[in-house]
């Protein structure tokens, strides 16, 4: 069964504190790993695709990579503005016009 | 350009009713895809149209149902309203046409079943 697990569930930082969000995800193979910034009371908002291993993307502090099994966001030297819920989704072979999802880090980031 | 909008934003119903959620994608998008949020569960998938034809399903009982119109538009329907029915509805849309296009998000309907 497709599967996408992320960890960990919250991770509360200082300002500047880097770190890194993870998900592992288990697909009959993989069209393409995305990942999310939802806000509370809003919908998710794009913010990166990746489709192959070694891949790798980078908007402001945020970079997203890529490996046969997992995925990783790390964050430099967060601000408070990036406080979120970060979601990671999978679109695997199979699934047809499906993207699963898991259940979110939440990010706090205290000044 | 507009982005995603879902109508209403919060609705409260009886169990037992009917309800019917709104989604106008993002102009030029042909896909509207469907999804569940709770606490819980996370984002669970409903269903995906395209060119007014459903794509796919996810995991959900048939009192679970949507539509997409000529116009890309797309209304969601659950009949028989369950206490376990309440859950932040989200519709994203996208332009649909390779598997791996990313979505946009609407804000949601929020719905609570009382």
């Known amino acids: 069964e497709d599967q996408v697990t992320q960890s960990p569930e919250a991770l509360r930082l200082q300002e500047g504190e880097s770190s890194s969000l993870n998900c592992s995800y288990t697909?009959?193979?993989?069209?393409?790993l995305f990942w999310y910034r939802q806000d509370p009371g809003k919908g998710p908002e794009f913010l990166f695709t990746?489709?192959?291993a070694g891949e790798e993307k980078e908007k402001e502090r945020l970079k997203a990579t890529l490996t046969k099994k997992e995925s990783f966001l790390h964050i430099t030297a967060p601000k408070p503005e990036d406080s979120a819920t970060y979601l990671c989704?999978?679109?695997?072979?199979?699934?047809?016009?499906?993207?699963?999802f898991g259940a979110g880090t939440r990010l706090f980031v205290k000044a | 350009k507009a982005g995603v909008t879902q109508t209403p934003r919060y609705l409260i119903k009886t169990r037992g009713q009917q309800v019917t959620l709104s989604c106008s994608p993002i102009?030029?998008?042909?896909?509207v895809s469907w999804y569940q949020q709770t606490p819980g569960q996370g984002l669970q998938f409903l269903f995906e149209?395209?060119?007014?034809?459903?794509?796919n399903k996810g995991n959900f009982p048939g009192r679970f149902s949507g539509r997409q119109f000529s116009n890309s538009r797309s209304e969601m329907n659950v009949s028989t309203l369950e206490l376990g029915d309440s859950a932040l509805y989200l519709c994203a849309s996208s332009l649909g046409r390779v598997m791996d296009s990313p979505l946009h998000f609407g804000n949601g309907t929020r719905l609570t079943v009382t």
């Open positions: 149209y395209f060119s007014e034809t459903q794509r």
């Open positions: 102009s030029g998008h042909r896909s």
């Open positions: 990746l489709y192959s």
């Open positions: 989704a999978v679109h695997p072979e199979a699934g047809g016009f499906k993207t699963i």
């Open positions: 697909v009959s193979g993989l069209r393409g």
